[in-house]
């Protein structure tokens, strides 16, 4: 194992979790099986929950890491280029020569708006707590972790109890206990709401948020999709609406969710506008192929069309340049 930092520089957002590289490709229209088809849009991009919202909150601006491993070979070398082209920091980068990305597959139908995802996990390796460089997750503003990297994670929960350091965590999947002790040590919960079913074997938003605050102290929030997404306040449940768009691949959308509340954390956004920019920015994900293709840098972000945003997100500092 070989850490991939000189001195240690502070960053207002690390992340952990799993990268990985992805090659999308879309269906034409009248394809034909055991032939070859030509297709008019193709791209291998890195991806990964955790690794796309520190990639968002990197080009909104904030000094950021990513803890994450990578090795001699050449997925890891496209995963390492995006994080910092996209403006990640490699000083937390995790050297294990033998380790590669997870290997994703990403089939688009562009007819039907969905994507079927093929993914290889043969030679991820995972990181090692002890490899971690901790004090630079303690010194940050915001962990933003996803589920894929159970042990890295819950050591980095343990270490920042007691600190200033806000968690969001994106938790889609996991064993129950290891995301029940997930929730308890988290500050921001942003669960899909099939999962947050399964684990309180509640149905409605409402009464999944209302099981899980028993366990946590935490700001909950459940998403389910073009349906919205629900949060637990002291005023009853706030539920945003998805923005409506012209849908092309929801590949990456969560991941830009989870990236854009973070962000909204550090800008000081209320949780309404927390919300509704993370509901904006994943919908503005949906119209590109690959979950990093709307991925605007701090400058872009006041030049989008901001029509559908409300008079308050729009009066932000991020939306007035």
Sequence with gaps: MIRMVTEMPKFDVVGIGVNDVDAFYCLPE?????????????????????????????????????????????????AKTEFVSRGVSADLFISYPQAKP??????????????????QLTDYVYINPADM????????????????EPDAVMAALEAIQGKACRSVLDLESG????????????TDIIM?????????????????????????T????????????WALTTNGIHHQAAFEVDARDTTGCGDVFHGAYAA????????????????????MTAT???????LFSREQVPTQDLSLLSESLQAQRLFVG
């Design 102 to 119: 997870v290997f994703s597959v990403v089939q688009i139908d562009p007819r039907l708006a969905t994507r079927t995802i093929f993914s």
């Design 30 to 78: 009248g394809y034909q099986l055991d032939r070859k088809n030509w297709t008019e849009e193709a791209k291998i991009q890195a991806g990964g929950p955790a690794a796309t919202a520190s990639c968002l909150c990197a080009m909104l601006g904030w000094r950021t890491g990513f803890i994450t491993p990578v090795g001699e070979n050449m997925l890891s070398e496209i």
């Design 288 to 294: 590109r192929v690959g979950g990093r293709e709307a």
């Design 133 to 148: 460089v901790l004090d630079a997750v303690t010194e940050a503003h915001v962990l933003i972790a996803d589920s894929y």
């Design 264 to 283: 909204g954390l550090l800008e000081g956004m209320s949780l309404a506008l927390r919300l509704e920019f993370a509901a904006w920015m994943a919908s």
């Design 218 to 229: 935490a700001q909950l929030v459940v998403t389910n999709g073009s349906e919205g997404s």
């Design 192 to 216: 899909p709401l099939h999962e947050a079913r399964e684990l309180t074997g509640e149905a409605s938003p409402q009464e999944v948020l209302q099981a899980l605050s028993k366990r946590t």
């Design 175 to 186: 064993g129950p206990e290891w995301l029940w002790r997930a929730i308890e040590l988290g």
